[in-house]
Nanobody, 123 residues
Framework: QVQLVESGGGLVQAGGSLRLSCAAS????????IGWFRQAPGKEREFVSV???????NSADSVKGRFTISRDNAKNTVYLQMNSLKPEDTALYLC?????????????????WGQGTQVTVSS
């Protein structure tokens, strides 16, 4: 069983920054692919960023150049640094563990999910 706990969300003005954390349980954290997704009310869950065990990253076009994903295996934590935030970034942000080594865009490719942390960007 893997547990994921997100933190770092909050209310921020447009143009501001937040850093989200995803803390995971498990002795083999360094082998996990971890993805960030977001879900706004009434909308489908949307891929944001992913980092593989080897450190390969990928992000959605909507956040490229603004969001950066990174990991600290010594702390069993993945981070999402979010800069130049926009009101359309407002959503519940969730991290998830990938079923395999690949960095997928699809929620079904992930088997464990956290509860999420709310990010609200005011205009």
């Amino acid at each position: 069983q893997v547990q994921l706990v997100e933190s770092g969300g909050g209310l921020v003005q447009a143009g501001g920054s937040l850093r989200l954390s995803c803390a995971a349980s498990g002795r083999t954290f360094s082998t996990y692919t971890i993805g960030w997704f977001r879900q706004a009310p009434g909308k489908e869950r949307e891929f944001v960023s992913v980092i593989t065990s080897g450190g390969t990253t990928n992000s959605a076009d909507s956040v490229k150049g603004r969001f950066t994903i990174s990991r600290d295996n010594a702390k069993n934590t993945v981070y999402l640094q979010m800069n130049s935030l926009k009101p359309e970034d407002t959503a519940l942000y969730l991290c998830a563990k990938g079923r395999d080594y690949r960095g997928s865009y699809y929620p079904l490719a992930y088997d464990y999910w956290g509860q999420g942390t709310q990010v609200t960007v005011s205009s």
